[in-house]
């Protein structure tokens, strides 16, 4: 008798440290462009200590934004609270032609 093991969990989304899902891809490329940032403004030659208190101050609001999105929306609540805002409050029709036309 062969025993094979059971995959629980399976269609659970990616979790890490409390963000979930695209959440993890979001900070993944703020940090990315931080870093960026980072790296032009002092090849450029502005002073660590204007860099530093503006990198930082990005970088705490990016955890903050993110860290809110994913508790407030979950897992694809973001994406379809954009797709609510794409919705139109009211559809005006001036004709009963469109209707009429649907038997034909």
Known sequence: MSVYPINKGVSK?????????QYIAYLAIGLVLLLISFATLYICGLS???ILPLIMGLGSALFFT???????????????????????????????????????
């Open 66 to 104: 993110v860290f809110r999105l994913s508790h407030r929306f979950g897992e694809h609540g973001l994406s379809k609270h954009f797709a609510k805002k794409k919705l139109p409050d009211y559809l005006k029709c001036n004709s009963r032609q469109v209707f009429i036309n649907l038997k034909k």
């Open 48 to 50: 660590l200590w204007v």
């Open 13 to 21: 989304p990616i979790v890490f440290r409390g963000l979930k899902a």
